[in-house]
């Protein structure tokens, strides 16, 4: 079974420091692992993934998420946070051997000015 | 590029009516298709999943089927609506195999049972 964790169900950041949304996954064979974030009453939408290669994976609107095996997670990560972050993120896995995405139960950032 | 759209945006149902939720998909052909319903803003849940014309696929027994009668449009039915269908629903697709490929979200239905 593959399956993600996302510890925190919120994190509060100020404006201009860095962020961090933790994931941890869980996964029979290579993971395929993906971050959404989700505003109020939209769907979601794909900022990055890690299929292979290097593990620090570089995505939209300034996130990036580092992949560390020996930890079994893929924390998302920006260096300056803005108070137009503030939304829900998810992590999602798939092994590689279905069509199907598991998600996490989100993490709701709040940035505040 | 591609879109993805969703109709109605938002519904309202008496328990024991129908439902039907369109979803279709624009610039791209034989894509996968997925219905994810959310609950309370948070978690997703699989509910059905096609990788062409008439092949469904369910994740989860419930009072809801999927079809899929054209290569970009996937539907979402009922034959009668429970309170706990409420929720918000989300139409997906992405590339064919392999399956390293993300998932496109469109923007969702949210559809109250009363």
């Known amino acids: 079974a593959q399956s993600v964790a996302q510890p925190e169900d919120q994190v509060n950041v100020a404006e201009g420091n860095p962020l961090t949304v933790k994931c941890t996954y869980s996964?029979?064979?290579?993971?395929?692992l993906f971050w959404y974030v989700q505003y109020p009453n939209r769907g979601l939408q794909f900022l990055l993934k890690y299929i292979t290669g290097d593990n620090l994976v570089k995505g939209s609107y300034g996130f990036e998420a580092e992949f560390n095996k020996s930890q079994t997670s893929f924390h998302l990560k920006k260096p300056s946070a803005l108070v137009s972050d503030s939304a829900l993120y998810f992590c999602a896995v798939r092994d590689g051997t279905g069509y199907a995405l598991n998600f996490g139960k989100g993490t709701s950032l709040l940035v505040t000015p | 590029s591609q879109t993805i759209h969703q109709w109605p945006a938002t519904l309202v149902q008496p328990v024991g009516s129908p439902l039907s939720l369109e979803c279709t998909v624009e610039g791209t052909s034989n894509p996968n298709l997925y219905w994810y319903r959310q609950a309370a803003g948070r978690g997703l849940q699989l509910l059905f999943y096609?990788?062409?014309?008439?092949?469904i696929s369910s994740e989860v027994p419930q009072n809801l089927s999927a079809s899929r009668p054209q290569d970009r449009q996937f539907i979402l039915s009922s034959k009668k609506l429970l309170l706990s269908d409420s929720g918000f629903y989300l139409c997906a697709w992405s590339l064919g195999l392999p399956s390293s490929y993300e998932q496109y979200f469109g923007p969702g239905t949210r559809l109250t049972v009363t």
């Open positions: 096609s990788v062409g014309i008439g092949q």
């Open positions: 996964v029979s064979g290579n993971p395929y």
